[in-house]
């Protein structure tokens, strides 16, 4: 008997949910925003009170602040756990990198549920300036101002930069020169950083932010010349802060510890030279996506713990041989902070090639062909699965030549094609139970995979699976008890071929298919994206005009849970006026255009015509469904007297 056991195993969830997801005993995915069982929240519940509360349709994105709560402390912890451990004699303090996340709420969780780490903002652009300086940073937190700067970037930071505790990184060398100049005009004194180029490179997909080549950062003798103007100036006191960023998601500790020593090393030097306080280790804490703790692009090879371990180790070992005062470190995950907290909710609204759904009896006057396919379906089994496929393909060729030469028609050309269709798939699953991997039986498994449509942009919604092929683990949110009988892929509502989810957590390459439950015409299916909290959100993009999905936050408390906030989605309106449609006017215009184009229209007509567009403008961008009320492929029914797989 399937239990849950062996859908969480199927599903790899203990894997990457870190403890956050889980199934309980009605089969139901289970979010445990605090990794405390007695406040979990049963998806199915929570969809529940979404559809009865009749406001918001689906795809809706959830978010559990607590779980950005938790990995600050867990962060946060880690690290204290590690100065503990090695008795370093210094301090951490966290930074969240606004590009990973610039959406408001998830900073003001993150301002407030950091406060007590002094956690501070990290931003790279005058935008994410302007928006960090918003949300009412307290003084002990850093600013930590990168990217490329011009005058406006840097005098406002400078403007500001004793009411907020702001530092400039230097990630270019020619940037110095401006800062100093503005500060002098401004009259302040700045607070400086320099961002290295260190030879250790990442590893993985975003190996070319580090290393010689990377767009950011100094060279050594860049560097060096830094800190000589400075001197020259009398402001090496100024320089505050060695920072370095290697790249994102690095999945293999080996790299961090390398670039640790380098960058410890280089700080050490400078430490001799100017009165440095923070060294900032960047970002590049890998979250296991797929759960296969390897080094492969979406997963980790190490625990947070062993990597806070490398950092503060490696920096109190150079400081202690240097001799040199130990800095306070700066750590800017961002990706680890973020990804856990929110996930996406669709449903499947359908299936795309189901050939097998329209099945008309055989007749008498039927080609010979028919009758054998009809054969080969009802005798198929383990022991000759393999010569019925191949009889079934000369079948369904005979077919198609009869066809071209006018001896059949276009009845029995379909009735050929749903039986060869119905062999196919049970000659799959019979090479899947006799553990068939022949290339042949390979490609027939792919072949006859259901397609599942998703209602939700890939891009719009997940757009690293598009771009750089990250793996998003994806499963069904309910059902978990059942065995999942069919396998198959998810393709979202996009008219775009690339917006199909191609990779499925549960081993270290990614797995082709995902098992699914067989739809019912009574219930709706749901499934969920995880994992998206970071930079999905604003890489996200409107192909096809798809919009934000409406979004529901959910906090657990007291063995209860309740919905804290909801931000509404975008309206095909704002999608339009996004692109410069002007939607003011437009129905009038609309209306005009229908009474120039048609001598005579009747009244009735044309407020028809303005419900619909007054409807279609103010509606969601998805597909809306109604609860339970949508129609569905239907299974194959009993064929040639035989019951269906
Ligand atoms: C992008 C970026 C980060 C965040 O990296 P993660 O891998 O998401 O933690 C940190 N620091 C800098 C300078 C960045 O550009």
Redesign the pocket.
């Known amino acids: 008997m399937w239990n849950i056991e062996d859908s969480l195993e199927l599903y790899g969830i203990e894997n990457w949910g870190n403890g956050y997801f889980s199934i309980n005993d009605k089969g139901n995915i289970v979010i445990v925003p605090n990794k405390d069982r007695s406040q979990s929240v049963d998806a199915m519940d929570l969809i529940e009170e979404i559809e009865r509360s009749n406001d918001l349709e689906f795809p809706v994105l959830l978010r559990f602040p607590q779980i950005l709560e938790d990995r600050i402390n867990e962060i946060t912890g880690a690290f204290l756990g590690a100065i503990g451990e090695f008795s370093y004699n210094g301090t951490y303090q966290p930074i969240f990198?606004m590009?990973?996340n610039q959406r408001k709420e998830v900073i003001e969780y993150i301002i407030k549920y950091g406060e007590k780490y002094r956690i501070g903002l990290?931003v790279?652009t005058k935008a994410e300036l302007l928006a960090a300086l918003s949300l009412g940073l307290p003084k002990e937190a850093l600013l930590i101002c990168?990217g490329y700067k011009d005058e406006d970037y840097l005098r406002l930071a400078l403007s500001i930069h004793n009411v907020n505790n702001i530092i400039i990184v230097v990630d270019l060398f020619e940037e110095i020169h401006n800062i100093l100049r503005y500060a002098e005009q401004m009259g302040v004194t700045p607070r400086i950083g320099m961002r290295l180029k260190l030879f250790a490179r990442g590893s993985g997909r975003w190996v070319e932010s580090g290393g010689e080549s990377a767009k950011f950062g100094l060279s050594t003798s860049e560097a060096l010349e830094l800190m000589r103007i400075l001197r020259e100036k009398g402001l090496l006191d100024s320089l505050k802060m060695i920072h370095f960023?290697i790249g994102?998601?690095i999945t293999d500790i080996r790299t961090i510890k390398n670039a640790m020593n380098e960058a410890a090393r280089i700080y050490a030097k400078a430490r001799k030279v100017a009165h440095i306080e923070y060294l900032n280790v960047?970002?590049?804490?890998s979250v296991d996506y797929n759960g296969s703790n390897t080094a492969t692009p979406s997963s980790s090879n190490y625990t947070l713990q062993e990597y806070a371990n490398d950092v503060v180790y490696t920096v109190q070992k150079i400081c202690e041989e240097e001799e040199v005062a130990c800095p306070t470190i700066v750590s800017?995950?961002?990706?680890?902070i973020a990804a856990y907290h929110s996930m996406l909710i669709f449903k499947v609204i359908g299936r795309k090639n189901s050939k097998d759904s329209l099945l008309r009896a055989p007749r008498e006057e039927d080609p010979i062909q028919i009758d054998d396919l009809c054969s080969a379906f009802k005798e198929i089994n383990i022991d000759n699965y393999k010569e019925h496929y191949h009889d079934a393909l000369q079948y369904r060729d005979e077919l198609y030549d009869s066809f071209n030469l006018g001896n059949i028609g276009l009845e029995e050309r379909a009735k050929g094609e749903t039986l060869f269709w119905l062999v196919c798939k049970k000659a799959a699953f019979l090479a899947k139970q006799a553990e068939d991997e022949s290339d042949e039986f390979q490609e027939l498994k792919k072949l006859v995979s259901q397609k599942y449509i998703g209602n939700f942009s890939l891009f719009q919604s997940v757009p690293d699976m598009w771009g750089v092929e990250q793996i998003f683990p994806t499963i069904p949110l309910h059902r978990l008890n059942e065995m999942p009988s069919e396998r198959g892929r998810i393709v979202d509502i996009t008219c775009d071929s690339d917006g199909e989810i191609k990779r499925y957590a549960g081993d270290s390459e990614g797995r082709e298919y995902l098992e699914m439950h067989t739809l019912m015409e009574s219930e709706d299916y749901y499934m969920g994206i995880f994992l998206l909290g970071?930079y999905q959100d604003t890489l996200g993009d409107f192909h096809n005009l798809l919009g934000s999905a409406h979004e529901v936050h959910v906090m657990a408390e007291g063995g209860e849970w309740y919905i804290c906030q909801k931000v509404e989605g975008d309206t095909c309106r704002k999608l339009l006026d996004f692109f410069n449609y002007e939607t003011k006017d437009y129905i009038w215009e609309i209306m005009d255009r229908c009474v120039a184009k048609k001598e005579c229209i009747h009244k009735k007509e044309l407020e028809q015509i303005e419900a619909e567009l007054n409807r279609t403008l103010k509606g969601y961008t998805y597909f809306i469904t109604k609860p339970n009320g949508h129609s569905k492929g239907k299974d194959a029914e009993n064929v040639c007297g035989v019951m269906k797989l």
Not at 282 to 285: E, N, S, V, W
Request: glycine share 26%.
């Open positions: 990198p590009k990973v990290e790279g990168n960023h994102s998601q960047g970002g590049g804490l800017e995950s961002g990706r680890a970071a």
